[in-house]
């Protein structure tokens, strides 16, 4: 079968451009404009900052691999949170707000671009993993499964912090458009994990049954994946119409032409994702005979 003709490496140095300038971007609007994240806060608005900004990083950035992986900081700036609180006595959240206020535009405006950068540098889809990961295959595998297994956990915390938000607020939950792709999202992509957990790695099934698993298995990859991609625009276009709604910005200003901005970028990031996934690494355009083993 043949598929589109592209340079592998150039290819990648675009999608990690743009998961960096999507990350900066989630960041800048969460919080410069948005005020900034909390788990536990009297200002609700900034428990709901965390959704959006764990839905992007798990699904659309995290659900893939690195060289250096979010997870590795995230673990370490709580690992120090922790240490702080128990020093303090501070509660976590309320550092964790501290530390992104003292990392924000207020302190210096160009740190938080570079902690994006620091962050998401060198980000690939996970469905990448088995071309851009090297060493073995079974080491390939597992580096696959544990990336999507912390996407999946972040984007859980995700869906957390929006449920916390409606209900501290008096909000219907699972009412919009939105929240149902979301739902859709997160339930089908525990299965596609679960079912590659349990047919690919352990227990393991049969030859037979794993090459029979597998087309489908990478064909809900790139679906759930494309499915992220229009759950995030839609979720950017609904939290927009709100703010518009509420004449908390208005149609041109700033803020509003960052999230459409945001929108534009997530989509042609999910374009430019797919195309890699189907790019094959070889000069001809063929998908390598082993690629199905």
């Given at each position: 079968?043949?598929?589109?003709?592209?340079?592998?490496?150039t290819?990648?140095?675009?999608?990690?451009?743009?998961?960096?300038?999507?990350a900066?971007?989630?960041?800048?609007?969460t919080?410069?404009?948005?005020g900034?994240l909390?788990?536990?806060?009297?200002n609700?608005?900034?428990?709901?900052?965390?959704?959006?900004?764990?839905?992007?990083?798990?699904?659309v950035?995290l659900?893939?691999?690195?060289?250096?992986?979010?997870c590795?900081?995230?673990?370490?700036?709580?690992?120090?949170c922790?240490?702080?609180?128990w020093?303090?006595?501070?509660?976590?959240?309320?550092?964790?707000?501290?530390?992104?206020?003292?990392?924000?535009?207020?302190?210096?405006?160009?740190?938080?671009?570079?902690?994006?950068?620091?962050?998401?540098?060198?980000?690939?889809?996970?469905?990448l993993?088995?071309?851009?990961?090297?060493?073995?295959?079974?080491?390939?595998?597992?580096?696959?499964?544990?990336?999507?297994?912390?996407?999946?956990?972040?984007?859980?915390?995700?869906?957390?912090?929006?449920?916390?938000?409606?209900?501290?607020?008096?909000?219907?939950?699972?009412?919009?458009?939105?929240?149902w792709?979301?739902?859709?999202?997160?339930?089908?992509?525990?299965?596609?994990?679960?079912?590659?957990?349990?047919?690919?790695?352990?227990?393991?099934?049969?030859?037979?049954?794993?090459?029979?698993?597998?087309?489908?298995?990478?064909?809900?990859?790139?679906?759930?994946?494309?499915?992220?991609?229009?759950?995030?625009?839609?979720?950017?276009?609904?939290?927009?119409t709100?703010?518009?709604?509420?004449?908390?910005?208005?149609?041109?200003?700033?803020?509003?032409?960052?999230?459409?901005?945001l929108?534009?970028?997530?989509?042609?990031?999910?374009?430019?994702?797919?195309?890699?996934?189907?790019?094959?690494?070889?000069?001809?355009?063929?998908?390598?005979?082993?690629a199905?083993?």
């Open positions: 079968m043949a598929v589109p003709v592209i340079k592998f490496p290819l990648m140095m675009l999608v990690r451009l743009m998961g960096v300038t999507v900066a971007l989630v960041l800048t609007w919080v410069h404009y948005r900034g909390a788990l536990v806060s009297d609700k608005d900034l428990i709901f900052n965390v959704h959006p900004v764990l839905m992007a990083i798990g699904l950035l659900n893939g691999e690195g060289k250096y992986p979010f590795a900081l995230l673990a370490l700036v709580l690992c120090v922790r240490c702080v609180e020093a303090l006595k501070m509660p976590e959240s309320e550092l964790l707000l501290v530390m992104f206020e003292s990392w924000g535009f207020k302190c210096c405006q160009w740190h938080e671009m570079n902690l994006s950068c620091l962050v998401i540098y060198e980000f690939e889809p996970a469905m993993a088995y071309k851009t990961v090297s060493g073995t295959k079974s080491f390939k595998k597992l580096v696959h499964l544990t990336l999507q297994c912390l996407a999946l956990c972040l984007s859980l915390i995700g869906l957390w912090a929006a449920l916390k938000f409606h209900n501290d607020k008096g909000i219907d939950n699972f009412y919009s458009l939105h929240s792709l979301g739902l859709a999202c997160l339930i089908l992509f525990a299965i596609q994990w679960a079912a590659g957990f349990v047919t690919f790695w352990y227990p393991g099934g049969s030859r037979n049954s794993r090459a029979t698993l597998l087309p489908w298995h990478v064909f809900f990859g790139v679906y759930i994946y494309a499915l992220a991609v229009v759950t995030a625009t839609t979720g950017i276009l609904e939290k927009a709100f703010l518009q709604t509420n004449k908390v910005i208005s149609h041109y200003s700033a803020e509003a032409l960052l999230v459409n901005s929108g534009i970028l997530i989509i042609v990031l999910g374009g430019f994702v797919v195309l890699a996934t189907i790019t094959s690494l070889n000069s001809k355009g063929d998908i390598p005979r082993n199905t083993e």
